[in-house]
């Protein structure tokens, strides 16, 4: 049989195709009833995919077995509602059903002409985003792999257009022997910013740190004197406390001074949609570039990343791209607005979790998320763990009395494999982190999981 002829006759084995889909269902329909993190016995079975690559090739059906068999045991469990780990965020039945499809469709996302309903998805999505987040109408969206890459995006705009009005086109000419832009940030920013600043040649020693208050929030009096070569980068949603900037007291002065403010908005941008947390995020409508991810607080799948500017030039220039063979669209090019020509088609996704949850749903998840939070803070206070932070958000940052006590509850904790979070270090406090972002997450999930808490201070 000739490589083409086995593979026609794979693509109409229709039932192997069945069966696959069967797993995957099973698998997704009854994560949330399962433990959150795999057993350390399941290791063992990574060395199944120890082998050298055949020469002549693999079987589908074996290919499927391997995955089942030795892969799929040591899922790390994010779908269910006892993960609690980084800030991972669950995955919405509109959100993976729709990416079955799109996976099928194989769509490219560079261009319109190869992928006109991509364009036109991504096209309505832009809208539908900047009226969520109460931008001008004409801002632009990119859609990318994650925060760390919208927040690159967003800077490079910055950079493009600083530079602009000082007469330097940073895409021609580089920066050596440019203008300075200085750079002003949180003490408390995401790495995922220093590593885009040092991608973008801003560096990351020169960056000046706006200090921050107990909960991680810039304290607005600190801000230094903003002028046109300037980008601040604030934050909404603090990755160990969950708070959030004062935008209100800080970006209507920065912007009269002309100062790029970019927010990074990673899972607490989408706050807005909620009328009970939309005082956290007042005020940031002034920024000019904003990062988000779909793949957290809004349970998309991965990945799935937003970069947002309100200066539709600046970003098209920051990342321009030009071939003789491009042929562009009227609709709509998405690689314009991504450092990638080639991208799948994450749009579907993010299209079907929006519309599947409206306007009134985000918010209600955003609500739900919180008030899981507040429940498992109240449960760990009673057990007499101390929370360190005002649970303003979806995350809970715990200790117990000392650095040594809190680690061996934590490891006492993932072991458990029954609930899963990480460690982390807020203010010089080491700390357990939990951040509860899976629509899964239920009431019983948080009692499972205190319960665990509480022997894990025994186990000391
Ligand atoms: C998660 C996160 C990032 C990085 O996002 P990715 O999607 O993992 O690239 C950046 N900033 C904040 C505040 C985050 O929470």
Redesign the pocket.
């Known amino acids: 049989m000739s490589l083409q002829e086995r593979l026609f006759a794979e693509l109409n084995d229709a039932a192997h195709f069945d069966k696959i889909y069967q797993h995957a269902y099973n698998y997704y329909s009854t994560a949330h009833t399962k433990n959150a993190y795999p057993s350390e016995q399941e290791y063992v079975k990574l060395k199944h995919f120890d082998e050298e690559l055949s020469n002549e090739g693999t079987g589908m059906e074996t290919i499927t077995k391997s995955l089942l068999e030795y892969g799929q045991p040591l899922m790390v469990n994010s779908l269910g509602g006892r993960y609690f780990g980084f800030?991972n965020g669950g995955m919405l039945p509109a959100g993976i059903a729709s990416r079955i499809l799109s996976d099928f469709w194989d769509q490219n996302a560079a261009l319109q002409v190869m992928s006109p309903l991509v364009s036109k998805l991504e096209l309505q999505v832009e809208k539908w985003l900047c009226n969520l987040f109460d931008l001008p109408k004409d801002s632009a969206a990119g859609f990318v792999s994650?925060?760390?890459?919208a927040?690159f995006c967003g800077l490079a705009a910055a950079r493009w257009r600083i530079l602009h009005r000082l007469g330097w086109d940073v895409s021609v000419r580089g920066l050596n022997g440019s203008p300075t832009i200085k750079i002003i940030c949180s003490d408390e920013s995401?790495a995922?910013v220093f590593r885009a600043l040092s991608l973008l040649g801003l560096g990351n020693e020169e960056v000046t740190k706006i200090p921050t208050d107990d909960q991680g929030r810039v304290i607005a009096e600190e801000v230094p004197p903003l002028d046109d070569k300037t980008i601040l980068i604030l934050?909404a949603?603090n990755?160990n406390t969950g708070s959030f900037d004062p935008f209100a007291e800080i970006l209507a002065s920065a912007k009269r001074n002309n100062a790029w403010i970019h927010i990074?908005g990673?899972?607490g941008l989408w706050a807005k949609a909620s009328s009970k947390f939309n005082h956290l995020t007042k005020g940031m409508e002034l920024a000019n570039s904003y990062s988000v991810?779909g793949?957290?607080t809004l349970n998309t799948p991965y990945d799935n990343?937003i970069v947002l500017c309100t200066d539709r030039e600046a970003i098209l220039e920051a990342l321009n791209f030009s071939g003789s063979y491009l042929q562009y669209g009227e609709i709509r090019d998405g690689m314009k607005y991504t450092t990638e020509m080639s991208r799948r088609n994450r749009i579907v996704e993010l299209w079907a979790c929006l519309k599947s949850l409206g306007l009134n749903g985000i918010g209600e998840l955003v609500e739900l998320l919180h008030e899981r939070a507040v429940l498992f803070s109240v449960k760990l206070a009673t057990l007499g763990y101390e929370i360190i932070n005002d649970v303003e958000f979806n995350q809970v940052l715990v200790k117990l009395d000392t650095k040594e006590k809190t680690l061996n509850a934590l490891s006492y904790i993932q072991k458990s494999e029954i609930c899963w979070c990480g460690p982390t270090v807020f203010k010089g406090q080491t700390g357990i982190r939990i951040s509860v972002c899976s629509w899964t997450t239920t009431t019983k999930d948080i009692e499972l999981s205190s319960e665990v808490f509480a022997k894990a201070m025994n186990a000391n």
């Open positions: 800030v994650g925060t760390t890459s927040i995401h995922a934050q949603g990755v990074d990673a899972f991810d793949h957290k990343g």
